[in-house]
Structure formats: C-alpha cells, structure tokens
C-alpha cells in the first residue's frame, strides 16, 4: 500500500506498530557477542505489506555478497538459515510497481541498509544459486505451514540449500539446523 499513512505503518489495522516495508536491513553484523545478539533481536519489530510474498531472496542476496557488511570470515563455514512461513518473491515480480531494471547481484547496502528494493528486480533463482556458490555459503531453508512445498521444489535450482519444516519450539530448530548441516555437508564432494 502505497498511502501515507500505511507506509509508516502497515499494521495499523490491527492495531500494531510495524515498521515501514523494506528490503533487507542488517541488524546486527556476525558476532561473538551473545549478549548484544539477544539485545538487538529483543528489539526487532515486524513489517508488513499488502503480499504475502517476502523478499526473502533479496535478503539472503545481499547478506551473501556484502562480505564487510555482514562480517563473514575468509576461513569460516558460511550458513544463512531462512526462517519464514512465506514464499519469497522471484525475478519479474516487480514489473506489476513497474520496477524493471534487473538485478546487478552486487551489494547494495548504505548504513546496514538495502537501497535498491524500489528500484530494481528481485534476484532470479539462478543469480541467487550462483552468488551462493561464489561465496561458499549453505542455506537453510526452515518452513512452516504451507510453503514448505514451495522451498522445497527450488532446491535443485539452489545448490547447496536445503529445506526443512519446523514447528517453531527452540529444540526443534536447534535439532533442524544441525541435521539439516550435516545433511549439507555430507552432499558437498
């Protein structure tokens, strides 16, 4: 939605404070710092749009290619764990706002924030895959409810991705991510 005020606030017919609708955000760069990561995840808010679809793969683009930003080490293994209950929006979904220009698959982010979400395309499956490959990072796909079909038909269009369902308990991710890593790292030769 478009109007004033629903871009401050998409939640505002149910009475919750979402913040605006955006691309991506990085808040918080890969740390050993536990205290701070449970801080800065307390403090996340939700945000809302007219679609159910997410931009999930813009996201998992940019913390893939934006090395500094995100602080990905040289030498470590490199997981992006997706936790959603939504499917992702795909390359040519943006024609319908009018948005053409492809996606560069280049880093695009200013103070940890995306900036190229109103103007240019969502990322194609084969971009993403290939910026996957290229940056030796394993994704995780954990889904609930419906969309799990989905995640799990682009697997053989995603190289080293996996997904999995979940139910949203702490012990069932924890046991998710470790099984579904192993499941990873067994496959690569």
């Known amino acids: ?37 449970i801080q800065i995840v307390g403090k996340q808010k939700i945000s809302a749009n007219i679609d159910n679809p997410e931009g999930a793969f813009d996201a998992m683009l940019q913390a893939a290619v934006c090395h500094k930003d995100i602080g990905w080490r040289k030498e470590a293994k490199r997981l992006i764990i997706l936790m959603t209950d939504q499917t992702s929006h795909l390359a040519l979904d943006s024609k319908l706002a009018g948005i053409v220009t492809p996606n560069d698959g280049n880093c695009h982010l200013k103070d940890n924030v995306y900036t190229r979400a109103t103007d240019m395309e969502h990322p194609s499956l084969g971009m993403l895959g290939q910026r996957l490959v290229d940056n030796h990072i394993y994704g995780i796909f954990a889904v609930r409810g419906n969309a799990f079909d989905w995640y799990k038909d682009l697997m053989p269009l995603l190289p080293g991705t996996i997904a999995k369902q979940f139910d949203a308990t702490a012990s069932d991710i924890n046991n998710l991510v470790v099984e579904a890593y192993k499941a990873l790292v067994s496959e690569v030769k």
């Open 1 to 37: 939605s478009i109007h004033p005020d629903r871009i401050k606030n998409q939640c505002s017919d149910y009475k919750l404070d979402c913040i605006p609708p955006h691309g991506f955000i990085n808040g918080l760069p890969l740390t050993n710092n536990i205290t701070q990561f």
